[in-house]
């Protein structure tokens, strides 16, 4: 548990450095149609969350990610020992 909270600290550094903020309805906002970024920044966001956290997503399970909460579920359910 103490391990997920580093995680999420991390992640959401991450997050702030691209200028998303993660509270109230922003972590549900669609990272193109309102958050209004390009897809180059969300490729580069999450390598950056790959990187600073020393996992990797499947590309499989990235197709469904579309707002911030949906990326930050994917990042928890991700076995901690990838």
Known sequence: ???QFTILKKAIQVFH???ITLIGQHKNADFI??????????NGLI???EYQLH???QDEKLGTVNTP???IAL???IP???
């Open 47 to 49: 390598f950056e969350l």
């Open 17 to 19: 450095s691209y200028g």
């Open 33 to 42: 149609q309102q958050l209004r970024m390009d897809p180059v920044f969300i």
């Open 69 to 71: 909460k949906d990326l």
């Open 1 to 3: 548990m103490n391990q």
């Open 80 to 82: 901690q020992d990838n």
């Open 75 to 77: 990042l928890i359910n």
């Open 55 to 57: 996992v990797i997503f």
